[in-house]
Structures are given as structure tokens and as C-alpha cells.
């Protein structure tokens, strides 16, 4: 089972882009229980969660997306979403997805995709 993000890109502030990761190969029922978020890693930092969707739905963002950010979810697709709007430049990292079930994440993080966001 691999995780394939894709929709990354170079776009100057203020621009959007949207993000999809397919967990390729994976049963629906490891899909649809699995806590998904999407993360980042800017250079020179840790990677930190950025939005997330849990199996019964609720979603939460970190503050700096607020707003900004929407993550959405395609059980059938087996993909999980990010629209990113209004982009700073400090929101330049690679982004990866995940899925996280009783506290483990359930994937190999992948390639990720990187977004640049110039000013």
C-alpha cells in the first residue's frame, strides 16, 4: 500500500492549489477507520500536522490554515483532499497525507508534494 500525493506546485501568494493523496491498494474498511490529516515539513523544520479529518468526520486545522484551508475526503476514491487558499509564502513545504489508527500512522509517509508559494 503506498500513499501518492499529487497537486503541488509553484504559485505566488495569495494563488490556490489543491492537493489529492490516494492510498492506493488499500481496503475500505482501513480507509474509512483511519483518523486522516495532512502534514508538512518546511525546510530546516519538523513536520507538523496541518488539517485533519477523523473517521466520524470532524475536522480541525491548525491555526495558521484557518480559514485558509479545507481537507475533504473520498471514501470510494480512497483520497483525502486539501484546497488551499490565499497562500503565503510561509506555507512553502512538502506536503504529505496520513492515516493514523489507535495512535500508529497506518502508511510509509511517501514522496509528498511540494508547494512554493513565492511573494
Known amino acids: 500500500v503506498q500513499l501518492q500525493a499529487s497537486g503541488g506546485g509553484l504559485v505566488q501568494a495569495g494563488g490556490s492549489l489543491r492537493l489529492s493523496c490516494v492510498a492506493s491498494r488499500t481496503i475500505l474498511s482501513t480507509f474509512t477507520s483511519a483518523d486522516w490529516g495532512w502534514y508538512r515539513q518546511a525546510p530546516g523544520k519538523q513536520r507538523e500536522l496541518v488539517a485533519s479529518v477523523s473517521n466520524n468526520g470532524r475536522m480541525n486545522y491548525t491555526d495558521s490554515v484557518k480559514g485558509r484551508f479545507t481537507m475533504s475526503k473520498d471514501n470510494a476514491k480512497r483520497s483525502v483532499y486539501l484546497q488551499m487558499n490565499s497562500l503565503k509564502p510561509e506555507d512553502t513545504a512538502v506536503y504529505y497525507c496520513?492515516?493514523?489508527?489507535?495512535?500508529?500512522?497506518?502508511?510509509?509517509w511517501g514522496q509528498g508534494t511540494l508547494v512554493t508559494v513565492s511573494s
Open positions: 496520513n492515516g493514523r489508527r489507535g495512535g500508529y500512522y497506518l502508511y510509509n
